[in-house]
């Protein structure tokens, strides 16, 4: 996924929020962009691709339109349309990017913060946590306002122009008002952390407050696919029992036992198909899109699934869940000695002089923002590697590389993606292997061919 997943995720986190940012960057979670935290735990098979407007006879009919000789499927040129997009969607992310930077740097060098900081004091009689709040409450939604305009043109207005949203503004409006109240709730729920432990152990909050992150996302992971995605969109049984029955079958081949099956009306909200596996013991769940159901054959359907399936067998979660947790305490570290810098230089300019003034939180916000722009084309390395091997999974499970090459043929066309992006985009934002690059080793990898099992036969059911 690139800095901001480009709606691959859990619902309220699709979706382009100030507060989702805010919380990010406040929490360490920034530290990888939504790229290999927990977060992103519903790793989408599709790729950076922007949903599009080809209707399901073209998916359906990927087989025919692409491979034009017997063996190999062959990746059609981008549209004039979803070039077009790809490139409005890159000036988007420098922009979002920029705003990022910019933000925090106004609030804090123009004093705003120290005032929201002195307003929501004076409000609560100057009690920790009350202020803590109430500052949190005060500069989640300033942000959420002055970044409104944009996220309405990109979450809403963009998506419709190009054919690519169903959503009603209600249901649009609603969600980023849902997403910004979860952010305030688990803001509210944990912010308390670190400052309290600043003006505790100011040299050390650093080190626990990153020995927390471990289980705050493991916690995050068993309650989100529970209690946060269903506030965005219904989630019900499959429809199509045939179509389960196939799902659980290759599921229980994957040695993924005791997994529910879910359909969402992601048709609600958008055009765009997608499918993915999230949650840990009891909350585990294969969730399949609607649209997905309804455009991609049952052999396509198959191989995303077994691709899903993959990240969960290869342990690819808990990875993301451990790295995570050790940059969220490399990122504080790098914000608890840059913060020194700052308040001694800037302190009196931005009204505080001590990191554990809430008033500081845009200071960490700031900080954390460019470490994750740091080590992005790292992580972002690293989940395309994740991607390749469940893409390998997929296809020792399934044994079908047309249906899963036709697959990422279909998914192009439905969401109008550049199949072969530049250089620059695969270092800063693609988080999976371009499609042209997926479907190529599709094509040339199948090692039961040659009588060989595949790197991953032992864990998977004849």
Excluded at 46 to 74: F, H, I, K, N, Y
Excluded at 271 to 291: F, P
Excluded at 352 to 379: G, Q
Excluded at 380 to 394: I, P, Q, V
């Amino acid at each position: 996924m690139p800095a901001r997943p480009p709606e691959e995720n859990l619902g309220w986190e699709r979706r382009y929020s100030p507060a989702v940012r805010t919380r990010k960057c406040l929490l360490g979670i920034a530290t990888l962009s939504g790229v290999l935290g927990p977060w992103a735990q519903a790793r989408a098979v599709s790729s950076e691709t922007e949903p599009g407007s080809a209707t399901a006879p073209l998916a359906r009919d990927a087989t025919a339109a692409a491979g034009r000789s017997p063996g190999l499927v062959e990746i059609p040129p981008p549209t004039e349309k979803a070039v077009r997009y790809y490139r409005s969607g890159n000036l988007i992310w420098a922009i979002e990017q920029v705003l990022a930077i910019a933000l925090p740097l106004l609030v804090l060098f123009t004093g705003l913060s120290a005032r929201l900081r002195t307003v929501a004091s004076h409000w609560t009689g100057g009690r920790f946590y009350p202020t803590l709040v109430v500052y949190l409450v005060l500069l989640s939604v300033l942000l959420f306002l002055v970044e409104l305009p944009l996220s309405y043109y990109v979450g809403y207005v963009r998506e419709h122009a190009y054919g690519l949203s169903s959503q009603r503004f209600g249901k649009w409006l609603g969600d980023a008002l849902k997403s910004l109240g979860v952010g305030l709730v688990i803001g509210a729920v944990v912010l308390w952390v670190p400052y309290w432990l600043l003006g505790r152990s100011p040299q050390r909050w650093w080190v626990w407050t990153g020995m927390l992150a471990l289980p705050f996302y493991t916690l995050i992971l068993l309650v989100a696919p529970l209690w946060i995605a269903p506030l965005f969109n219904k989630f019900g049984p499959m429809k199509d029992k045939a179509l389960e029955a196939m799902v659980l079958e290759t599921a229980s081949r994957a040695g993924v036992e005791g997994v529910r099956v879910f359909e969402v009306d992601k048709s609600a909200d958008t055009k765009k198909v997608n499918a993915y596996v999230t949650g840990v013991g009891g909350s585990k769940r294969i969730v399949l899109w609607d649209t997905l159901l309804a455009k991609l054959s049952p052999g396509q359907i198959r191989y995303i699934v077994g691709h899903e399936l993959g990240h969960y067998v290869l342990g690819h979660v808990w990875t993301s869940v451990l790295l995570s947790s050790a940059l969220t305490v490399l990122g504080l570290f790098g914000a608890h000695l840059l913060s020194g810098f700052l308040l001694a230089r800037f302190g009196a300019r931005m009204g505080f002089r001590e990191l554990s003034d809430i008033a500081s939180l845009p200071m960490l916000m700031l900080l954390l923002t460019l470490f994750s722009f740091l080590i992005a084309p790292a992580a972002l390395a690293l989940s395309r590697y994740h991607e390749r091997e469940a893409d390998r999974f997929g296809l020792e499970l399934t044994r079908d590389n047309r249906e899963a090459a036709t697959a990422f043929v279909a998914l192009q066309q439905e969401n109008l993606a550049v199949p072969r992006p530049g250089w620059l985009y695969k270092l800063l934002r693609a988080s999976h292997p371009p499609i042209g690059e997926r479907v190529d080793f599709i094509n040339q990898y199948r090692p039961w061919a040659e009588g060989l099992p595949g790197r991953y036969a032992p864990l998977i059911k004849p």
